[in-house]
């Protein structure tokens, strides 16, 4: 459900139904997993093509300028499976995987542009360095416009720190918000959880960055 309004305490994607997966076994997921792809490598690296397909997925039905970004699967797992491999042959992880916003923006792009869009990608980058790294305020700013705009947002985990959610190196796709405690809703792996982005901004030794994408 989403709460508008300044004294908010949670903030969510407008339609979350949009990223609901009918399995083949009848079970619902939210969102798609790495491990339904079919090759082994995939499966190893595909968290992040996994995310895009998730965000691409969602605002190519939330926003009728990003329509022709993929047909409209409705819920369909072969679908949505069908739109991860082709996500996945633009964001192709190499050694080290997708590790920087750049990889997944680019990757994104070229997909976009191969299907006539030009989706504006908003990016805040999570240094090495605690020193260096945006407030929680300005993170916490930063999603809640993505949600605001009905977009979903890539987080990039590269380090955990303190919390057992997301894994190491690793992308997971933010659906919510709350505002009062600064927890995330993410999806990974079909299943939703909440994650602490204070807690991890505090205390990831490697960072990561968000990104969304706006018509």
């Given at each position: ?13 407008f ?12 079970k ?14 995939e ?31 409705s ?20 050694i ?6 750049t ?6 792009k ?30 916490s ?37 709350d ?37």
């Open positions: 459900m989403l709460v508008s309004g300044l004294n908010a305490m949670e903030i969510n994607l339609h979350p139904e949009y990223l609901e997966i009918t399995c083949p076994d009848g619902a997921a939210m969102g798609g997993s790495q491990k339904w792809y079919p090759e082994r490598w499966k190893a690296a595909g968290c992040g093509p996994t995310a895009a397909s998730n965000l691409i997925w969602y605002i190519a039905r939330a926003h009728p300028d990003l329509r022709c970004l993929c047909d409209d699967g819920g369909d797992y072969t679908r949505f499976l069908e739109l991860m491999r082709e996500v996945f042959s633009y964001i192709k992880p190499g080290g995987g997708v590790n920087t916003s990889l997944f923006v680019d990757g994104v070229r997909y976009a542009s191969a299907r006539n869009a030009d989706p504006v990608p908003h990016v805040l980058e999570i240094p090495f360095k605690r020193k260096k790294r945006p407030k929680i305020g300005a993170v700013d930063f999603i809640i416009g993505a949600m605001k705009l009905d977009s979903p947002v890539a987080f990039l985990c590269l380090s955990s720190g303190k919390l057992k959610t997301p894994e190491n190196w690793h992308w997971v796709t933010i659906t919510g918000y505002t009062n405690s600064a927890n995330a809703s993410i999806i990974d792996y079909g299943s939703e959880h909440k994650v602490k982005i204070v807690e991890w901004l505090g205390s990831s030794l490697l960072g990561g960055c968000f990104v969304y994408f706006t018509a």
